[in-house]
């Protein structure tokens, strides 16, 4: 049977965060004084920032869509809505096919448990059955150069080691759609080169890859569409040939 297409289709999406503990007044006289962030309203009786405002995309396989934007403008909560890891409040989210979000390298990290353990549990929360992580483990194992580090809790690891092991166990999915929240460098300058070869055949294989960052160049290099987000709203999505001139408003 031929699997369904791989899409994203955003109709009209809404994400609300409330606000507890403060004073709403305080509060909208603090945002009103920045020029980035959500907008402050009530909703059944509960202050709450509105991260969202009705955002509306469509994409197809091949679509390489850049989102950006001033910190804030709502980029991150946008991917981590096409995760899933959100609920609209309004609006739909329909993603087909399998999703790697590579959002925060440092999620389900257990510096208690061995690098093995770590690997299996990144491999879970991306979705691997635990047949798939066995049968990349020596491939993710030997990409980290960690050796027998990997038989040590991770809490004896430096950074860098951590990066190295949250970066390899994060880029063996195989994924119809990824998302990513800035392009990642981990590592010293010589992991760094294995790390982009890495990334560039995760973004090759995916069908749709939607991109955060604030570098011009990467978005020209990797991307064929580009959207703004100015405090929770987006633009249309346009041609990536427009770029320059969504930066410069």
């Not at 959100?86 to 087909?96: L, M, R």
């Not at 992580?133 to 951590?162: C, H, N, W």
């Not at 890495?198 to 960052?213: D, N, P, Q, S, W």
Request: charged share 25%; proline share 4%.
């Amino acid at each position: 049977m031929k699997p369904p297409p791989v899409s994203i289709t955003c109709t009209d999406l809404t994400l609300r965060f409330p606000v507890y503990g403060v004073d709403a007044k305080s509060l909208k006289k603090a945002l009103a004084r920045v020029a980035v962030g959500g907008r402050l309203g009530r909703h059944s009786g509960v202050t709450d920032v509105t991260a969202l405002q009705s955002v509306s995309l469509k994409l197809e396989a091949g679509d390489r869509l850049g989102l950006i934007g001033h910190n804030g403008s709502g980029k991150t909560t946008l991917l981590r809505a096409l995760s899933g890891a959100y609920e609209p409040d309004e609006g739909v989210i329909e993603v087909q096919g399998r999703i790697a979000a590579l959002l925060d390298l440092g999620l389900g990290i257990d510096p208690s448990a061995t690098g093995y353990e770590n690997i299996r549990l990144r491999g879970r929360i991306a979705g691997l059955t635990a047949k798939e992580i066995d049968a990349r483990m020596d491939e993710i194992a030997a990409f980290t150069g960690l050796g027998p580090f990997l038989a040590m809790p991770v809490k004896t690891y430096s950074a860098g080691m951590q990066g190295r092991l949250a970066f390899a166990a994060a880029t063996a999915v195989d994924c119809d759609v990824l998302l990513m929240d800035e392009w990642i460098a981990v590592g010293d300058a010589e992991f760094q080169k294995l790390a982009h070869k890495r990334l560039l055949k995760l973004v090759e294989r995916a069908g749709i890859l939607v991109l955060a960052t604030h570098e011009a160049p990467l978005l020209k290099l990797y991307c064929n569409k580009v959207m703004r987000l100015d405090g929770g709203i987006a633009s249309e999505v346009m041609d990536i040939r427009r770029v320059d001139e969504l930066l410069a408003t």
